[in-house]
């Protein structure tokens, strides 16, 4: 399977925030009488919502939208620092910091998509990416076996479900704190779970005709751990009603845009004037 890109949701969050910003200091320039000082603003705030619209626009197909995205955040940043000593004569530093930021984590993407890029490319043989459903298929002709998989229910990376697959095909997604059952013939199998950002985690089983194996699996902050347990997961999950979805959660994802959008309304609503237009 073929390596991920990190930074996808926090680089896209950051681009709404940033197109937020660019359009509230492009607002703000109507405050300004000097024509001179709408001209040296407009040099650094136009490269903020171009910023941001490259970090929304960022797939892992190629390196431009990273790739631009830090050189406008940079342009912004230089711009902006050029500003504060040249023109205003005072530094601004949590506007500084808000541009810093952004392109500190533009640089970690951008990187982070050149290596999965790479990676595609060096692979010496087709990979299935498990973006199309596929239907894994069990021999009926010997007992079945069953393999029970419990997602343990943690903060980090709850905003994105994991991608499980069976010998390199896709077969579900698994939410937070949710479990599911897998019916597989006997034999060798490679289990695989993926998420956003995260890189792929497999584990081996070596299921004998009839059979059991059941799966602890979380997502932590250094990627994705899995391991056998104890836990009885196939009665579990063989309870639950309805059965497991397949559709991504995003939950969380919601709840931390709130927070990022309310973050920024209270930015748009007090410091603006300061940041935009320190000087009429």
Known sequence: ??????????????????????????????DIENMSLVLWHLMYILFIPVGGILNIFDFVKTTYCSKFACFSYAVAL????????AIVQKMHWDFLLILAVALSLSILRFR??????????????????????????????????????????????CA???????????????????????????GKHVIGFSTIGCKIKTIALELAPGSNANIMCRTTLSGIEAVLTSVDVCSLAGSQQPAQSTSGGSGCLVVIFVIILLFALGILSIKFTVFFVPIR
Do not use: H, W
């Open 1 to 30: 399977m073929e390596g991920k890109a990190k930074y996808t949701v926090i680089t896209k969050i950051i681009g709404i925030f940033m197109v937020l910003l660019g359009i509230t200091g492009i607002y703000f320039l109507n």
């Open 78 to 85: 230089i711009f902006r620092v050029f500003f504060d000593i």
């Open 112 to 157: 982070s998509v050149s290596k999965a890029i790479q990676s595609k490319e060096a692979s010496p043989v087709p990979v299935r990416t498990g973006f199309e459903r596929k239907t894994y298929v069990v021999d009926n002709s010997k007992p079945e076996c069953q393999v029970g998989i419990i997602r343990e229910s943690r903060a980090s990376g």
């Open 160 to 186: 994105s479900a994991l991608t499980i697959y069976v010998d390199d095909i896709k077969t579900t997604t698994l939410n937070n704190g949710k479990m599911t059952k897998l019916s597989l013939s006997p």
